[in-house]
C-alpha cells in the first residue's frame, strides 16, 4: 500500500518524537518570488536516474528523469531534507524522458504532498490545470513546473511525483515516485489544522451606546 509504505518512511526518516529534540534550524527568510534569472538558478534540477532508493513504479513508457523543489527566490542548498516557511512560494520542477513515443494524449504530470500520516494534504495535475502537454518522440524530454504557495501547516511532509495517463475516471501511472523530496514546514504557530491558510480579517464594532440601556 503506497500510503502504508510513506507512513513508515517519513516516521522512519524524521525519527518519530526524536526530531523535535534537534536544534531549531537556521534558514533565511522568505522572500518575494524570484524574476526569470534568479529562478532558473533555482532550477538545477536533481537526477533522479542516479538514485537508488527510490520507491517508484508504473508502466515506464515515460519516466521521470529529475526534479527538485526549492523556494521560488531561492534554491535549494543544505541537507536532504529541504525546510521552508509557511506562507514562502514554492516550484516544484519535473523532468520527463520518453522510453517510447507518445502522442500527449490524456498524459499528464501530477504531484502531492503526504503528511506522516500518508495524508494527501495538497494535489495539483496538469489536467486540473487544463494543460494538454505535447507529443514526445521516443528520447524526447519534457520539463513541467508547478509554482505555488505553501499553506502547509508545520511539520514534515513526502513529496510525491508522477506521469500518468487519464482514461476516464481512471488515472493510469507511467511513473510513480514515492517521496521524491522531504519538506519540513517551519511555522512559529502551533499546527491545529493540516493546511495554514492566509487569511485577510476584518473587524468591524459599534462602540456607541443604545439610549436607554
Known sequence: D??????AYLRFLFGGDAAGNEPEPTIEPPRPTAGADE???????????????LERWGSG???????????AARPHIGPAVHRYHNGE??????????????????LGVAFSIRNVKALNVLTATT??????????PAGGVLRVAFEFDNVLARGE?????????????????LDFVENA???????????????????HVEVSADTTQLEGR
Open 2 to 7: 503506497p500510503h502504508e509504505v510513506t507512513t
Open 39 to 53: 529562478r532558473s538558478a533555482c532550477e538545477a534540477l536533481q537526477d533522479f536516474t542516479s538514485r537508488d532508493d
Open 61 to 71: 513508457a515515460l519516466r521521470i528523469v529529475a526534479a527538485q523543489i526549492a523556494a
Open 89 to 106: 512560494r514554492l516550484r516544484l520542477v519535473v523532468e520527463i524522458a520518453a522510453n517510447t513515443a507518445h502522442d500527449g494524449t490524456a
Open 127 to 136: 489536467h486540473d490545470a487544463g494543460l494538454r502537454l505535447p507529443a514526445l
Open 157 to 173: 511532509y513526502g513529496v510525491v511525483v508522477a506521469v500518468e495517463e487519464l482514461v476516464g475516471d481512471e488515472r493510469r501511472y
Open 181 to 199: 523530496f522531504l519538506i519540513e514546514v517551519l511555522d512559529e504557530r502551533p499546527p491545529y489544522a493540516v493546511v495554514s491558510l492566509p487569511v
